[in-house]
């Protein structure tokens, strides 16, 4: 109908212009950043590959990407494990079923920002409540976000901490749909428990597993609040991300085009370990 | 009460051309239906009327007035939908009364006319329940409701009965053909089922590929039917054809199919001889099946029976008259049996003989 | 054995459930300790206090931040439900020109890091004079193309026989979508008006970079600044100072919580 037609597009228009400004516009301009320099104050000069030719020596940014592989190499395996487990635990008949899910899924909703600054309390070295336990039974108190070694894992476990719950909803939604007589087969075959869950259960949340892994990849390379407020990217810059790095020369440096440059590699990076990730775990199955 | 004209109306989407070139005048207070196969246009041509599908090229008049351009709601028109359409979330009462209340109808005139609607639908019980709690029939009859209280110039039904089992199938269709016959309304219908078009309708058109294939009032189509498509059409169980050709001279012509020979009626012929195939159409109520074989006689056909089926009142033979598979149904106590060999009588006078697949000899 | 592996289970969830709560219970007592008794493990004061909350209040101002982290999530929620819901309408419902590549669109905008577009966005912010304003808070969350896909595909299962009716009955297609759609919505549209409060609210990094002033900061950026900035000076009042962003979230939890795991876990898949 015309009358559609002239609704419809009304309707969407301003949708359609805030895509242009909002999404379409910083997309480009993300592009032509990477060639200028500017500090927002003067005018923009064009710097050619200046800023690639930097990024690619600058010792500073592939610290930040080898501490986000640091991350997530006990990031991922960590979270993907707790949150099968917590999950397999939630999906057998349970008493108070809802209150332990909503427990799990309590740090989820709260603001990373507080979570961080909980557990630098929680984490610190001489009143820190974690030291306090280990103290209590005997052991030496742990230095957890001043010791270089111990920093980025203490962060990593921290955050599985705070999004485990939210994962474990994804795989409680996965194991809802393997059917039933997959499972009376496999028990009538004999299987014992853990030959059900490796050959049923797990092969059947793959799908689950792949998303978990990519959100939480994608989740891990932004990592910013969690560095800014717990560490500030220390010790010997072992809990610097590439977020953190990339909001540093944007604000404290006023290098823009350098800002946008690092935000670019971030896109790439990302897109192609999730690439190859998604690759990886897809081929293991088929083996 | 108004009359609906369609004026060289067509509707195309993209390259797809769904109606074209329709032409029709609905008269005042008649019950129209547009009756085909799916794919056949007849929906199309009910929302563009609606006004819920634009029209390509044409015009549509409501009387004088030229409704082509306008809204939906200017078009004074109301539609049974058939999935209904009812507001889930909205009683009944609120569903009947909205379209009201939207044109601003004062609220006294609005509590009469739903009153006076589901009194006549008996659905005074149900005002305060939700669609939800209904059954199928009285959700439909909730939507004629919601139609009714319009008091619209033209109701418009698309499928309406084709989410109701068979039983309420028939006892709405009883109650939709009496309330319009009450009202008065002008009225165009659209359904693929060829049964309801039949009962229903003061008039049906029959439409195949978005084009009219024949009007008429209901006996028109069974007994004349111009193609062989309406004449399969309309019917059931539907006609039986058989092809073959004709000799001999129009005194003592002769169809003349594989097993079968049928003398053609005197006078019942085309001035000018079908010298090419033709198909001889016969309506399964046209035959007599006699259960004994008496050997071929003039007027009948000799067959082997493959099936029957007994309704109760009247029974289906299936037989095989050469290479064709037949269909006779008869109301004889005398069934022949399975394998038996049969001769059918043809009724001649009711007979049909179509060339090109257009009906070139009238049985009537 | 079976009893024996039932006690194990309840066991083992027991004590992960106390991992995932008792730090919360730890931060709320620690906030009514005095500076003393915050290293100690005891979850009851001995010597309860209000001082850390007095202090706090006293030093930033988190009265504001509040009122302007509401402002903000309130305004951002409407707007992405009213405008959001508008423009899954017309891409469910209506054809128009455009309309697929408007979909595409707001498939690919989802495939897009949020990184990518930072710094550009700032500048643009920087550009239209619009540091340390309100707007710079609002405009770009005006829409959600994650909340609008979902939105849309909860509406494409709508008959179509309802927007015929309704047409018929004399309704726009405002009308429709406020009067026939929103009603049966509601369970798409609970589900994005928390995902997108949630997010608005603890949003930290974009308030970072485009609001300097006081007050106008939201709750988590006011508190990340002054406990980074050891205005706080205590760990009981930088976490008395966490309270104030945590108490009406989990209070909004304990009453909507499948809501709220359902929005959450929703807006994760689809995004």
Known sequence: MRAERRSGSLMAAPYAAFLLIFAAYPILFALVLVFLKWDLVTTPVFAGADNMRMLATDTRFWRAVA???????????????????????????????SFWRAAFFLPVVISGAVVAILWSNLYATDVGLINGVLVRIGLRPVPWLTDPSTAMPAIAAMVTWKNVGFYVIIYLAGLQYIPRSCKEAIEIEGASTWQRFRFLTLPLLLPQT??????????????????????????????????????????????MGYAATIGVALALIIGSVVFIQRRVIGNAEAL | MPSVHFEHVSKRFGATTVVEDFNLDVAEGELLVLVGGSGSGKTTILRMLAGLEEVTEGRIRIDDRDVTALAPRDRDVAMVFQDYG?????????????????RKVARTEIERRVTWAADMLQLEPLLDRKPKQLS????????????????????????PLSNLDAGLRAQMRIEIGGLQRRLKTTTVYVTHDQVEAMTLGDRIVVLADGRIQQVGRPIDLYRAPVNRFVAGFVGTPPMN?????????????????????????????????????????????????????????NG????????????????????????NRMLASVTNERLPAVGDAIDVRINGERAHLFVDDQRVSSAS | MRTLRRIGLYTGLAIAALTFIYPFLWMASATFKPLSEVGTLALFPTHATLDNYKTMWARAP?????????????????????????????????????????????????LVPGQLTLIPLYTLIVQLGWIDTYAALIIPYLFNATAILMMRQFFLQIPQSLIDSARMDGMGELRILFTIFWPLSKPVLSIVAIFTFMGSWNEVLWPLLVVREQHLMTLPQLLTVFSLGGGAGSIGVSLASAMVLVVPVVIAYAFLQRNFIESMAGSGVKG
Do not use: C, W
């Open chain 1, 210 to 255: 792949i998303l978990v892994v990519t959100l939480s990849t994608i989740n891990g390379f932004q990592l910013f609040i969690e560095p800014y407020v717990m560490t500030g990217g220390g010790p010997l810059r072992r809990t610097y991300s590439i977020v953190l790095y990339l909001y540093t020369n944007a604000f404290a440096y006023q290098k």
């Open chain 2, 300 to 323: 009948s056909v000799a067959g082997r029976v493959v099936l029957v089926e007994r309704l109760g009142g009247t029974s289906h033979v299936h037989f095989d008259a050469g290479p």
């Open chain 2, 86 to 102: 009812l507001y889930p979330h909205m009683t009944v009462r609120e569903n009947l009364s909205l379209g009201l209340r939207l």
């Open chain 1, 67 to 97: 501490n986000t592989f640091v991350f997530l190499s006990i990031h991922l395996p960590l979270q993907v494990a707790s949150a099968l487990m917590l999950a397999l635990a939630l999906n057998r008949p349970l008493a108070f079923r």
């Open chain 2, 241 to 297: 054809f058989v092809e073959g050709r004709i000799t001999g001279e129009n005194g003592g012509a002769q169809f003349n199919a594989d097993g079968m020979r049928f003398d053609m009626l005197p006078g019942r012929m085309p001035t000018t001889m079908p010298s090419g195939p033709v198909t001889l159409g016969i309506r399964p109520e046209d035959m007599e099946v006699d259960p004994q074989s008496d050997g071929p006689r």
């Open chain 3, 62 to 110: 988190f009265g504001r931040a509040l009122i302007n982290s509401l402002l903000v999530a309130t305004t951002i929620t409407i707007a992405v439900l009213v405008f959001g819901s508008i423009t899954a309408y017309a891409m469910a419902r209506l054809r128009f020109k455009g309309r697929p590549a408007l979909n595409a669109a707001t498939m690919g905008v989802l």
């Open chain 2, 136 to 159: 199928g029939g009285q959700q439909q009859r909730v939507a004629m409701g919601r139609a009714m209280v319009r008091e619209p110039l033209v109701f418009l039904f698309d499928e």
